[in-house]
Structures are given as C-alpha cells and as structure tokens.
C-alpha cells in the first residue's frame, strides 16, 4: 500500500494534535524526539499492510492518546515499542534518553512479542505473559490493545492466513480483555473487524441491512429524542443526547442466540443521555431522567439495569432501560453523567483521571484475580483462554456472605463457584449451602441479592463432576489441581505396592517386570500401571505368575485408565497447503460431519490419530477448539477446481407460515426446478407455523446459495438457513 509524503504528516500532525491539550511542553519535545528516532530507525521497514512500519507505531501512538486517553509516556512507549525487541535501543538507553516508566512499558511489550505466536497454545502463553505486564504497568496492555486495533484495521491487503490469525487472537483475547477494561468502543470495533474477516457473509449482509434500514433509523431516534430534549431543557437540565445502532458483531450474535432474522431482533439501536452534573448529583439526575422519559414510553421493566448503584467490576456506571418507542419499535436508552460517560468509553485510562472513587477499589481486586490465576503453576495453557472467557466477557451476578460481603461473580455461578470465591480450603470442603436460610445443593445457580452461607466438611474432596459444576476459572484451576495431587497420590501408593511385591517375589530387574506388565495389562505407560494397581482394579497376585516367567501370557481384558494426554502426540508436518480433490479420490480425506464442508466453503485440515485428515469449514462451531488446544495438527487446505458430476451432502432448516400445499412448493422448487436431489424432508408444525429440515446433496456453495436464495422467495417462507452457519 503505497502512503505519500503528505499522508505520513497528516498522520504525525494529528499524533500531536491529540496530544497538545494534554501533555506539556517538555513531553510534547520528548514525543517529537522518539517520532524522529522511529522515521529514522524504521525507514525501509515495511508493516503487514505494505505501508512503512513507522506509520503503524504513529497510529498506535495516535490511538493511545485520542481513544484511550493515555498521556505521554503511553504515547512515546507506542512509538518506541519495538527498539527493545529489534536490539535497536536496550532498556538502558530509553531511562537514559526518555524515563524509567517509558522503559518499563518498552520492556513489557518486548517480552510479549517475543513469545512465537504461530502455534495457538503459545498465543496463550503470551496472552500471559501480556496480563502480567497488566499487573505490573496496566498502560503496557493499554497500548497493546492500541497495537492490535490499528492491526486489525489495516489489514485488507493481508494474506487470508494472516487475517484469520489476527482475527482468532482479537475475538478471543483481546476483546474480551477489553471489554474488561471498559474500552467498549475499542471491544466492539475489534469484534466486528474480526467478523468481517471470520464471517464476511454475515457481517456484509448486517451491513447492508443497516445502510438500508438507516432513514428509518434516524426518523425513529428523531420522533423519540425530540420530545424528551424539550421536557429536559423545561427543567434546566445541560445535556446531551445521541443515537447509535448497535454493533453488528452484536446484532449477528442476537440473531444466533434467539435463532431470528434482522429485522427481527428488537432493539437494533440505542440512544445516549450524557449529563453534565456534579458528582453528588449524578445519582438522584440519572433517576430523574429515567422517570421522564418512562413518563413519555412504556418500558420492559424486565430491561431495567441498575449499574449506578452497583457498578461493574470494571467501574462501568449506567442506567439502561428498553422502552417502546415510535412505530412501536424497541429502544434502548442509557443514561449517565460526563464521567460515567468518560469511563464507559476510555475504561481504564479514566481511572486514573477520577483516582479515589471507589471503583478503583473494584478494579483492584480485579488485578489481584488476573495474577492469582497466571500465577498458579497448575493453571495449563490451554485452559488459559476459557478461563478469561468466563472472567473477561460474562455478565455478573452479585451475592452476600452472611457478614454482608458483596461477592461479584459471572452470570450462571453456583454455590461451588461461592465457596472458591471465599477461599480455596472453602471451596475443597463444601457440601452445600444456605441461600437465604434454604438449604441447596452445590450445583445451585446463584441470583442478584442471595445471601450464601457456605456448608463444610472436613471429609469432603473434589471430584471430576465438579468441573461441569462449577464456571469461574478460579474455581476450575483449583479443582482440576487437587484432582492432580490426589492421582499422584494414588499413582506414588501404586508403586510402592508393586515395589514391594517385586521384593517379596525376588525379582532384581524392576524394569523390565514393569514392562512385562504394561504389554499384559495393554498399558502404555507405568503411571497407568501403578494407577490400576492403586485402585485395585487387578490382583497382584495373578500377576505373580507372569512375571515370573518372564514373559506374557495370555492378555487380558483392557483395563480402563485416565485417558492419555493428546500432548504426547507426536507433532505432524504441516505443507503450505492441501489440495482437496472433490471427490477425495486417492488420498486419506474425510469431510468431517460436524459442518459438511462442500465445493466452495473455506476450509482446513485436522490430521486426526485414526482417520486421517479431516476437513472442517473454517468457521466450524469446533474450529476454534481446534486451533486453540491443537494447532500443531492444522493443515492449511483449499478446493481443487470442480467437476462435474460432483455432490455433498448438506442440511438445510427452512421456517414459515404453515399453509396448504406448502411441501408441494419446497418439493418442486428444490426437484424440479433446481434438480437437486434429497435425501430426507422432515416438517413440524405448531401454532401456525413450520420448521423442516432437508438432508440433500449439492455440488458447491454457489448451488447451495441458489437454493437457499429459491426457497427463501416460496410465499410463505420466512427463512432458509444451511444448518451450521450460512
């Protein structure tokens, strides 16, 4: 991509425009200072995108500054963010030029990019590396979300590869850390750049449909504003409102949640009421707004969300209800003071603007959470990204202790996750619980407001069905580490039992006894060996005999065990890319039956242990599981040109109104018309409308596309959707 010599000034003029009104004089030199360096150090460095790599560290910079709210140091450490790593400056040279806090951040973003990226459990790894640098310096994660969102934003003339790296990492990683943080407007863009790239037919058809629905939009946001701006300045309130449609990464989630087309989901877009209040007002105002505008527009008290009395861990403050608005469409509004509004959109960063209010104290405790779950030896990588799930991206439920405790935990937590939240020991020992002086099991799902007093004992251990009891990744390290320490337990008592009998029985090489046992039980290993032993799930003393002999005797019968570690797997090589044959003639193919890849659909392959490669749809609902604990096994993969002839099964579900002859219309669109054959036609009808559901077999994705676009004009039929993803 080729940027001219007026586009790089624009981009440095703006950098410090961003800048001038809240950085000094001095910072302002220091800023020009390490912008000179960069043009000078990285002159023929090119970026992913083609432009010079300078330009990306100025607009990361640009975006520490404008969007973040970040001050000087952020801003000369987004620029300098890569000397370190490149053995261009050591960390010595930028204390002695700049200061300690610019070499600290510096330091911190060295070490994340360090860490090899290209296998997926690595990218954990450096995601925590990434959330220990939060801990020790939060501006050195701020700017790596800086640095990830100008990535993302500039990456079209990518390789595909790239993009859907890039884009795994966004959705998964920093995302989520972002929304924790409270950088909404940095949370949602991430997440619709990446669909863009994950799922570009969706996030297109979402697009369109907003272009198209936006006079309408705009009439509906005008006609609700309109009456309530009057009603506000009649009680001298100094305000600002503003309309905004929701992200379409969020509008495509709605629709697959509750499974409904666009013009479906009902609250599509939201307006903004900002006041302009003193801190001890803000409360009583927001209220005040709220019982005006619900004086003017009926609204869903279900929809009620208080977060002004109880704020979020993050410190995010709002009140958000959904009212019925003009031409009966739904709408929701957000009120909130300038500083909530400050917070709501720069998180972190505006911390530190209002420092000693007591959200603070929240984000805190926050912090001390992250480290205590990296810092845990027992925490394994691949269970890193599902654990900052749960705790970055889930909506939160608020409990008591009986002393009146507040515990903040995510939406969908029981009474174990309660008790892990109390402490460890608690947790290991609980039996169940009190909830509001109830007695409950410790699979309860907890709710707003329950007082939880947590019951012990002392005979009481964790065991493996807890981990599909419990959610919070506190509560799941330190099961699945006491599980750990008693197999090893157990593992330690199988060996000395065996240990013991080879002495009684007079055996001198111990070792190759063992092996004679692992061939006769059909083990792989001696830690399973001593594991059936400790459990007692053989008799030492039938096994006196084949030893003895020195040799196997007759097998038998498999004895289960733990199921083995996929991490013992030896790695596979990984060729550019795999040309699929259609109709995987000669080669040890299977498409795989979770997303019936066909003709056309992106694809990859996943070298399996038993049946060879498997092919999956890139946006597979298992791919990310894929990537994620095996990516060592992915084979970049794509169709080889079609021939005739050639089919793929599929399913479709088809959904409408249920009128007469309407299986005679799908029939004949689907034999006659297209000439595709079916395998099976099932249909249900309920309350005036119908669901089928049709196996048939097609010959790429631009055929399947045609069928659904055909089926979908039947009168009477409100969608027609591939099974899977469309």
């Given at each position: 991509m080729e940027v001219n010599e007026?586009?790089?000034?624009?981009?440095?003029?703006?950098?410090?425009?961003?800048?001038?009104?809240?950085?000094?004089?001095?910072?302002?030199?220091?800023?020009?200072?390490?912008?000179?360096?960069?043009?000078?150090?990285?002159?023929?460095?090119?970026?992913?995108?083609?432009?010079?790599?300078?330009?990306?560290?100025?607009?990361?910079?640009?975006?520490?500054?404008?969007?973040?709210?970040?001050?000087?140091?952020?801003?000369?450490?987004?620029?300098?963010?890569?000397?370190?790593?490149?053995?261009?400056?050591?960390?010595?040279?930028?204390?002695?030029?700049?200061?300690?806090?610019?070499?600290?951040?510096?330091e911190s973003l060295s070490k994340m990019s360090m860490i090899d990226s290209k296998n997926p459990l690595k990218q954990v790894e450096s995601f925590r590396e990434l959330m220990l640098a939060l801990s020790s310096d939060a501006r050195a994660i701020l700017v790596k979300l800086a640095e990830r969102l100008d990535t993302i934003r500039w990456m079209s003339n990518t390789p595909n590869e790239y993009q859907r790296k890039v884009s795994w990492e966004s959705l998964n990683l920093y995302a989520p850390l972002a929304h924790r943080l409270g950088l909404y407007r940095v949370k949602s863009e991430m997440e619709d750049l990446a669909m863009k790239y994950t799922n570009p037919q969706d996030y297109h058809y979402i697009i369109k449909k907003l272009r198209n629905t936006a006079t309408q939009r705009n009439r509906i946001t005008r006609d609700f504003m309109v009456p309530i701006e009057e009603e506000l300045r009649s009680r001298g309130f100094d305000f600002e409102i503003k309309g905004r449609p929701k992200s379409v990464y969020s509008i495509w989630k709605k629709m697959q949640k509750q499974g409904v087309a666009f013009n479906r989901v009902?609250?599509?877009?939201?307006?903004?009421?900002?006041?302009?209040?003193?801190?001890?007002?803000?409360?009583?105002?927001?209220?005040?707004?709220?019982?005006?505008?619900?004086?003017?527009?009926?609204?869903?008290?279900?929809?009620?969300?208080?977060?002004?009395?109880?704020?979020?861990?993050?410190?995010?403050?709002?009140?958000?209800?959904?009212?019925?608005?003009?031409?009966?469409?739904?709408?929701?509004?957000?009120?909130?003071?300038?500083?909530?509004?400050?917070?709501?959109?720069?998180?972190?960063?505006?911390?530190?603007?209002?420092?000693?209010?007591?959200?603070?104290?929240?984000?805190?405790?926050?912090?001390?959470?992250?480290?205590?779950?990296?810092?845990?030896?027992?925490?394994?990588?691949?269970?890193?990204?599902?654990?900052?799930?749960?705790?970055?991206?889930?909506?939160?439920?608020?409990?008591?202790?009986?002393?009146?405790?507040?515990?903040?935990?995510?939406?969908g937590a029981t009474v174990l996750d309660f008790a892990f939240e109390i402490h460890s020991d608690v947790g290991c020992q609980c039996v169940g619980a009190k909830i509001n002086g109830r007695s409950v099991p410790i699979k309860h799902t907890l709710s707003n407001g329950d007082v939880v007093e947590i019951k012990t004992s002392k005979n009481q251990k964790p065991k493996d069905e807890w981990l599909k009891i419990v959610i919070t990744g506190k509560a799941k390290a330190k099961i699945k580490q006491k599980l750990r320490e008693e197999k090893?337990?157990?593992?330690?008592?199988?060996?000395?039992?065996?240990?013991?009998?080879?002495?009684?029985?007079?055996?001198?090489?111990?070792?190759?006894?063992?092996?004679?046992?692992?061939?006769?039980?059909?083990?792989?290993?001696?830690?399973?060996?001593?594991?059936?032993?400790?459990?007692?799930?053989?008799?030492?003393?039938?096994?006196?005999?084949?030893?003895?002999?020195?040799?196997?005797?007759?097998?038998?019968?498999?004895?289960?065990?733990?199921?083995?570690?996929?991490?013992?797997?030896?790695?596979?090589?990984?060729?550019?890319?795999?040309?699929?044959?259609?109709?995987?003639?000669?080669?040890?193919?299977?498409?795989?039956?979770?997303?019936?890849?066909?003709?056309?659909?992106?694809?990859?392959?996943?070298?399996?242990?038993?049946?060879?490669?498997?092919?999956?749809?890139?946006?597979?609902?298992?791919?990310?599981?894929?990537?994620?604990?095996?990516?060592?096994?992915?084979?970049n993969a794509k169709w080889k040109e079609a021939k005739d002839q050639t089919s793929f099964q599929t399913t479709v579900r088809i959904t409408g109104i249920d009128e007469l002859g309407m299986v005679n219309k799908i029939s004949e669109v689907i034999s006659k018309d297209l000439k595709v054959n079916m395998r099976s036609f099932t249909i249900s009808s309920q309350n005036g409308m119908f669901e089928g559901k049709i196996q048939l077999f097609v010959s790429d994705v631009k055929s399947l596309d045609m069928l659904l676009y055909k089926l979908s004009k039947i009168k009477g039929v409100q969608r027609a959707v591939r099974i899977g993803g469309h």
């Amino acid at each position: 991509m080729e940027v001219n010599e007026t586009q790089i000034k624009n981009r440095y003029r703006g950098l410090l425009k961003s800048c001038r009104n809240s950085v000094s004089p001095e910072d302002l030199k220091l800023i020009r200072k390490a912008y000179g360096e960069v043009v000078s150090i990285y002159d023929r460095k090119k970026s992913s995108n083609g432009e010079p790599y300078y330009i990306h560290l100025v607009n990361v910079a640009r975006i520490c500054a404008e969007e973040i709210g970040l001050g000087a140091t952020s801003v000369i450490a987004a620029l300098l963010q890569s000397t370190i790593n490149d053995k261009v400056f050591t960390r010595q040279d930028i204390e002695r030029e700049y200061n300690s806090s610019v070499a600290n951040i510096v330091e911190s973003l060295s070490k994340m990019s360090m860490i090899d990226s290209k296998n997926p459990l690595k990218q954990v790894e450096s995601f925590r590396e990434l959330m220990l640098a939060l801990s020790s310096d939060a501006r050195a994660i701020l700017v790596k979300l800086a640095e990830r969102l100008d990535t993302i934003r500039w990456m079209s003339n990518t390789p595909n590869e790239y993009q859907r790296k890039v884009s795994w990492e966004s959705l998964n990683l920093y995302a989520p850390l972002a929304h924790r943080l409270g950088l909404y407007r940095v949370k949602s863009e991430m997440e619709d750049l990446a669909m863009k790239y994950t799922n570009p037919q969706d996030y297109h058809y979402i697009i369109k449909k907003l272009r198209n629905t936006a006079t309408q939009r705009n009439r509906i946001t005008r006609d609700f504003m309109v009456p309530i701006e009057e009603e506000l300045r009649s009680r001298g309130f100094d305000f600002e409102i503003k309309g905004r449609p929701k992200s379409v990464y969020s509008i495509w989630k709605k629709m697959q949640k509750q499974g409904v087309a666009f013009n479906r989901v009902y609250d599509l877009f939201a307006i903004r009421v900002v006041l302009n209040t003193p801190p001890e007002r803000e409360k009583s105002d927001c209220w005040q707004i709220y019982s005006i505008i619900t004086e003017s527009w009926t609204p869903n008290p279900e929809r009620l969300r208080d977060w002004i009395s109880v704020p979020k861990s993050n410190g995010y403050e709002s009140l958000h209800t959904t009212v019925v608005g003009p031409e009966g469409r739904w709408v929701e509004v957000q009120i909130r003071s300038r500083r909530m509004d400050e917070i709501a959109e720069k998180g972190l960063a505006a911390h530190w603007k209002y420092k000693g209010i007591k959200q603070d104290k929240g984000l805190d405790q926050w912090v001390s959470k992250v480290r205590e779950i990296l810092e845990a030896p027992e925490t394994a990588a691949e269970d890193l990204v599902e654990q900052f799930q749960l705790n970055l991206y889930k909506k939160e439920v608020f409990a008591f202790t009986p002393t009146g405790d507040l515990k903040k935990l995510p939406h969908g937590a029981t009474v174990l996750d309660f008790a892990f939240e109390i402490h460890s020991d608690v947790g290991c020992q609980c039996v169940g619980a009190k909830i509001n002086g109830r007695s409950v099991p410790i699979k309860h799902t907890l709710s707003n407001g329950d007082v939880v007093e947590i019951k012990t004992s002392k005979n009481q251990k964790p065991k493996d069905e807890w981990l599909k009891i419990v959610i919070t990744g506190k509560a799941k390290a330190k099961i699945k580490q006491k599980l750990r320490e008693e197999k090893n337990k157990a593992l330690l008592v199988g060996k000395e039992m065996i240990f013991r009998r080879f002495k009684n029985w007079k055996v001198d090489d111990t070792e190759k006894a063992l092996k004679i046992l692992q061939k006769h039980l059909k083990l792989k290993n001696s830690a399973q060996l001593f594991e059936v032993i400790s459990s007692e799930k053989v008799n030492l003393s039938d096994l006196k005999q084949v030893v003895l002999s020195g040799k196997e005797e007759q097998p038998v019968e498999h004895v289960e065990t733990s199921k083995p570690k996929l991490a013992e797997e030896k790695e596979v090589h990984r060729p550019d890319y795999l040309i699929i044959d259609e109709k995987l003639a000669n080669i040890d193919f299977k498409l795989a039956k979770c997303c019936k890849p066909i003709h056309g659909d992106d694809i990859f392959g996943f070298v399996t242990i038993k049946d060879g490669i498997k092919i999956h749809r890139t946006n597979c609902p298992n791919a990310r599981l894929l990537y994620q604990k095996y990516g060592y096994r992915i084979v970049n993969a794509k169709w080889k040109e079609a021939k005739d002839q050639t089919s793929f099964q599929t399913t479709v579900r088809i959904t409408g109104i249920d009128e007469l002859g309407m299986v005679n219309k799908i029939s004949e669109v689907i034999s006659k018309d297209l000439k595709v054959n079916m395998r099976s036609f099932t249909i249900s009808s309920q309350n005036g409308m119908f669901e089928g559901k049709i196996q048939l077999f097609v010959s790429d994705v631009k055929s399947l596309d045609m069928l659904l676009y055909k089926l979908s004009k039947i009168k009477g039929v409100q969608r027609a959707v591939r099974i899977g993803g469309h």
